[in-house]
């Protein structure tokens, strides 16, 4: 009975520090100027609010299109906020910064 | 049908592929164009993802094709789930990688957009779909919700542009379905992109009823129907009925066929109707319409021939019971199959989907004699040229099958007898008219042919009675007192038995007094020639006594004379 409470709160405390790492994805086909971009902004900004709490997973559609699927791309480049909760999707090549912190939610986070 | 296959002008068309839908590859002369891109537009519930996915899954089973199906609407359980009714397993082709069902979820609500982008992503989903099935069929339903999630449209135009192109070089069969728009045929403007064919469906509704459409609007480089087609759906998918009016270029029978009454097929030239022909009977209400029917339908049954019988009425049993009591046991027949009464209520559909019905259940059950009863129910659903339409469309059908079709016609007994509802008389070959005729105070039923084409035909009233044994049609009394039915003609008849019974009583009344008139004078002539004989033999014996007493006298004298010459004086005592 203790045992798990005691795993519980281990697993809590795990999720707190796994939340405070955001953890981005982002969706390109191919080396395009439009995915380049993308992901020079992104890094940009990243390094700029979130320094040293971020991820960042660059999925090749061209190499795996099935995984189009999971997370419902349509859009490319396509930004992903796997965590913190909840989902955000940001699509474009994030050229603009605002709308970018915006559907980040990074704009309150700032303040 | 016919007259679309009849305006093909140039064999060498464009490759078409076969939907697999009932009726929509022969109005579409073979099918949507093979390798392009169809757009199927509608309002909301008119059939556009059901007629998507029956493409589908009838390439997938029927033409070994496999499909992709592309729902930007309804999940891929939800889709499985509303297809089940329709006898699809949409998860056993999946399986079988028959069929790739991809649900593309678009939340307005978790995107943002922050620059440029493209639509890549769909376009990567779409290739690996295809790709890993080989599919050759592709379903978008419906595309347009793209313009709901994401809010650039120009870059969403130029994607869509980009995106037909694309299907087109991947060679696919591919349906678009597209929401209808006000003025226009989608809400988005699809069809500017999809040129190819464009499919319009429609679900009206008029006067409580609604009918299904389905029209053509446009098909590059091929012949097409034009009409609006009405379709239905049912447990086995969808059908489009292309029902037109044929032409008049049917074949014609010179079989006859009996109607079942053996009076009736002698009043009509001694051998029945022509087979293929279509006959109508028409009658005030309770004058026996439905049992020349019945008559006609248990004749087909023991000719071995099937027989449809739409009652829009009565209820199959009521029918069954009802025909019983006049000696007509309807029930073996549709036990074996030979029967089928197809009942339903006039007003539980449109006029239209009436005639899409009878044609389904006709091409299904396969009679060769089809009885509709009443004709009238279907004229009260629709206005007047609706009804001629779609009657002189379902006679045409019928008899370029060679079917004969036996109508009943309803009429008011306020108008002429003569007047059919809405004319529809000149449509029929043979029109018997049934009326009652009203004698001495009681009503019979008479029975008359108003016309029988291509036959020579009775032109008598035959009075017509409903016996346990059937009906039986009998001479009604021509004589000096005009027409007789009923109880009227039986009393003539009578009265004119008990004076011929008279009469010839009183022949032989005279033929017996004449004979003892000859006895009489016989047996006269017979006593005065036994007195005439008396006579005679008194004659006879008179001249034999003289004789005798010549001979005595002569004797005597000789005696006298030899005794004289003894004693002379002996003479005086002679």
Known sequence: MNKTTQTTREKSEKLQSEQDTWELRLYVAGQTPKSMTAFANLKKLCEEHLEGKYRIEVVDLMKNPQLAKGDQIIAIPTLVRKLPQPLKKIIGDLSNTERVLVGLDLRSLKQ | ?574
């Open chain 2, 1 to 574: 049908m016919a007259n679309v296959k009849s305006n093909v002008k140039s064999p060498e068309g464009i490759a078409k592929c076969q939907t697999g839908i009932r009726g929509l590859d022969e109005i579409t002369d073979g099918g949507i164009p093979k390798g392009r891109p169809t757009l199927v537009c509608g309002n909301a519930g008119c059939g556009k993802t059901l007629l998507a996915m029956e493409f589908l899954v009838r390439g997938a089973a029927q033409y070994n094709e496999p499909g992709v199906f592309m729902s930007f609407e309804e999940s891929s359980e939800e889709l499985a789930q509303n297809v089940a009714s329709l006898g699809f397993d949409l998860n056993d082709l999946a399986a079988r990688k028959k069929i790739y069902l991809d649900h593309v979820r678009i939340e307005p609500s978790e995107i943002e957009e922050a620059g440029e982008y493209d639509l890549e992503g769909l376009f990567i989903r779409l290739n690996h779909a295809i790709d890993s099935i080989g599919a050759k069929r592709v379903v978008l339903d419906t595309i347009e919700s793209l313009f709901g999630g994401l809010t650039n449209e120009n870059i969403l135009r130029a994607e869509l542009r980009r995106l037909f192109h694309w299907l087109k070089e991947k060679g696919v069969t591919a349906i678009i379905t597209g929401e209808r728009g006000e003025g226009t045929l989608t809400r988005h403007g699809l069809e500017e992109y999809v040129s190819d064919c464009v499919i319009l469906l429609d679900n009206r509704v008029e006067g409580q009823i609604s009918t299904r459409r389905l029209r053509i609007v446009k098909y590059r480089g091929s012949a097409h129907g034009t009409n609006e087609y009405p379709f239905l759906i049912d447990e086995k998918g969808i059908s489009v009925l292309p029902i037109t009016s044929i032409g008049l270029q049917h074949d014609v029978s010179t079989e006859r066929i009996s109607s079942g009454i053996p009076r009736l097929d002698t009043m009509l030239g001694g051998e029945g109707y022509y087979r293929g022909s279509s006959i109508l009977i028409s009658g005030t209400a309770g004058t026996g319409k439905t049992s020349i029917a019945a008559h006609f339908a248990k004749a087909a049954c023991s000719r071995g021939e099937r027989c449809l019988y739409f009652a829009f009425e009565e209820a199959p049993s009521q029918i069954t019971r009802n025909m019983r009591s006049i000696g007509i046991d309807l029930e073996p027949w549709t036990k074996q199959g030979m029967l089928d009464i197809y009942a339903v209520r006039p007003t539980i559909y449109g006029l239209e989907m009436h005639l899409v019905k009878m044609y389904k259940l006709i091409n299904e059950f396969k009679p060769k004699v089809v009885i509709i009863d009443p004709v009238t129910n279907l004229i009260a659903i629709g206005s007047d040229t609706e009804v001629k339409s779609m009657l002189s469309r379902l006679i045409d059908f019928l008899k370029a099958n060679q079917i004969t079709a036996l109508f009943t016609n309803l009429s008011h007994a306020s108008g002429p007898l003569e007047l059919t509802e809405f004319g529809i008389s000149s449509l029929m070959d043979t029109w018997l008219l049934l009326r009652d005729i009203e004698i001495g105070g009681e009503r019979n039923r008479g029975l008359y042919i108003l016309k029988s084409r291509g036959m020579a035909h009775s032109n008598q009233i035959r009075e017509f009675l409903l016996t346990d044994k059937g009906i039986d049609l009998v001479d009604v009394y021509l004589g000096p007192a005009g027409v007789l039915t009923g109880a009227a003609r039986i009393s003539q008849e009578a009265k004119e038995k008990v004076a011929e019974i008279i009469h010839i009583e009183e022949i032989e009344r005279k033929k017996r007094e004449l004979e003892r008139k000859r006895v009489a004078i016989e047996s006269q002539i017979t006593a005065l020639r036994s007195e005439f004989e008396a006579a005679q033999e008194e004659v006879n014996k008179l001249t034999q006594q003289e004789e005798m007493q010549e001979k005595a006298l002569a004797g005597d004298r000789t005696e006298m004379m030899r005794l004289r010459k003894a004693d002379v004086s002996t003479k005086n005592q002679s």
